[in-house]
């Protein structure tokens, strides 16, 4: 994977001056609380370039930009200007008649030593200037990477928020019949597309997750029939035991600074969770009751624990400091709980909630206040956040004979998304933003 450092970027185009050098009015406000964002209208013009290369970024881009829910990119066929030369001031007016609030250009050349040179420029076309405008340097085979960091641009300038697009999901692919289903790890661009996989099919695998560095993943593998827990290098393809443990080992996550993993370990009939330093590899037992305690997620800061345990009678949330003490249960509503996960932003837990007959994906508070029920379905379960806390991707499993798939659904519940990918797809695990 290249590093985002090595795709060079250039804030300011030459010969034309950045718009807004001090700080202005977002064109969309995100209120999570709000409901329903009226998508802003946006044009994205082809970018210029020798071939289709050109079209090909700006359908990234707008594709992008559409699944977050808070743009809606403008029909070409709409467009009144045909922008010839991304340089020069577009013709405000035309882009007003059709209501496209904001403007997309740029091009994409071959530069002497064969690197891509893309550029763009987002523009304000009812204010009538410039917003931005950067340039990046890279590889051919790196287009698509380009599209998604220019993406990225767009959607913080606009919003405020950083973006998401420049990432990547690590799930289990499946294939065959439901009763004899293979499983191996694979990784992907954040929008399905560059799929590849990561281990072969002769083993069950179960339960990625990725290191804050992003180069690495751990999991759950059953070979010689023996559950264990991996560390996967992503680019090397280096792997490791973290250890040996008698019985089942479940759910391992990283700590925010990556020196620890943390797990369930189940011995004697019951489940308890602890922590290995990935460097002493000793262990640290957090809690200890006759009951399962499983699927532990840190806070963002590492000062807290989110776990699920079934102590009170069924599976319900419960928050801990990062030493263990004071457990306290944080879920009250109807029905079980499960597979919490805590956002990047430290405001939010999600979770997998069964009642009534139904798998829902929800959040709330870390204290257990605001409980929001973002979809449910037959089985929905699983959620992983994006790396800005503004969207869920999660798998569902569909009634029948289907196997499950990816989806990802943002904080106002409204914009629900599939996942396309070319097997059947469960328990994803979203990256940072690359670097």
């Known amino acids: 994977m290249i590093k985002r450092s090595l795709i060079r970027m250039m804030i300011a185009l030459a010969g034309m001056t950045v718009m807004f050098a001090a700080p202005a009015h977002a064109l969309v406000e995100i209120n999570i609380n709000k409901g329903n964002v009226e998508p802003l209208p946006i044009a994205v013009t082809d970018f210029q370039s020798q071939g289709d290369l050109g079209a090909q970024v700006a359908s990234v881009i707008a594709a992008d930009l559409q699944r977050s829910g808070l743009f809606a990119p403008v029909n070409k066929a709409a467009f009144i200007e045909k922008i010839a030369n991304p340089d020069q001031m577009p013709r405000f007016e035309d882009w007003k008649a059709i209501n ?17 040179r893309a550029e763009f420029r987002l523009w304000d076309t009812f204010g009538g200037q410039q917003m931005t405008g950067q340039q990046f340097f890279t590889q051919p085979e790196n287009w698509r990477r380009v599209a998604h960091i220019i993406a990225d641009a767009i959607y913080e300038r606009i919003t405020g928020e950083k973006g ?50 992003r180069q690495e993943v751990t999991y759950m593998s059953f070979e010689g029939q023996q559950p264990r827990v991996y560390l996967l290098q992503l680019e090397t393809g280096q792997r490791e035991v973290v250890g040996n443990f008698p019985g089942m ?14 797990m369930s370990l189940q011995q004697d009939g019951n489940a308890n969770i602890y922590t290995m330093d990935l460097r002493s590899r000793t262990t640290t037992r957090l809690t200890n009751t006759a009951a399962i305690d499983t699927s532990p997620s840190y806070s963002p800061d590492g000062q807290r624990i989110v776990f699920e345990s ?30 919490p996960v805590w956002s990047p932003r430290g405001d939010l837990i999600a979770f997998t909630k069964q009642s009534g007959g139904k798998f829902s994906i929800g959040v709330m508070k870390p204290d257990g206040s605001g409980e929001r029920i973002l979809t449910s379905g037959f089985h929905n379960e699983g959620p992983t956040w994006a790396p800005n806390g503004r969207v869920l991707m999660f798998f569902r499993q569909p009634a029948g004979s289907g196997g499950p798939q990816l989806f990802s659904i943002d904080l106002t519940g409204y914009n629900e998304q599939a996942i396309k990918t070319p097997a059947y797809a469960s328990d994803p695990a979203w990256s940072p933003l690359l670097e």
């Open 100 to 116: 496209a609030q904001a403007l997309v250009t740029g091009r994409v050349t071959r530069e002497g030593d064969g690197r891509l």
């Open 249 to 262: 080992t479940f759910a391992p996550r990283f700590s925010p600074d990556g020196q620890k993993v943390i």
């Open 310 to 339: 079934d102590r009170g009678g069924r599976q319900q949330l419960y928050v801990m400091a990062a030493n263990g003490t004071g457990q306290t249960r944080i879920s009250f509503g109807d029905g079980s709980y499960s597979t």
């Open 164 to 213: 998401y697009f420049d990432t990547r999901v690590v799930f289990v692919s499946e294939n065959g019949p439901k009763n004899a289903r293979q499983r191996q790890l694979a990784i992907m661009d954040q929008d399905g597309f560059n799929v590849r996989t990561l281990t072969d099919a002769k083993n069950i695998v179960l339960t990625p997750r990725f290191s804050p560095n």
